[in-house]
């Protein structure tokens, strides 16, 4: 199952993209495919066709899991 996640990078623009597992506490580097801006947009530091970007795990301040599809139809808004 891929992870729909949104990377905050030290020093730079958050990145988004999926993976295809969550990094576990021994990993060195995660493996992002489609790597994009938050507004879907190219990264102005990556060649045109890159498709798969491996980022150090000690670059990253945190990272953000989004819900996928299925998690939004089971979890909808609650009005109190």
Do not use: C, W
């Not at 988004?16 to 190219?42: F, S, W, Y």
């Not at 670059?59 to 998690?71: A, D, G, K, Y």
């Amino acid at each position: 199952m891929a992870y729909t996640v949104v990377l905050h990078l030290t020093s730079e623009e958050p990145v988004a993209g999926e993976v295809e597992e969550l990094p576990d506490k021994a990993d060195l580097l995660i493996t992002v495919t489609n790597p994009r801006r938050l507004d879907g947009k190219d990264l102005q530091y990556l060649t045109e066709n890159v498709i798969t970007v491996m980022y150090p795990i000690n670059r990253i301040n945190f990272i953000e899991v989004l819900p996928s599809r299925e998690e939004e139809k089971i979890i909808g808004f609650v009005r109190e």
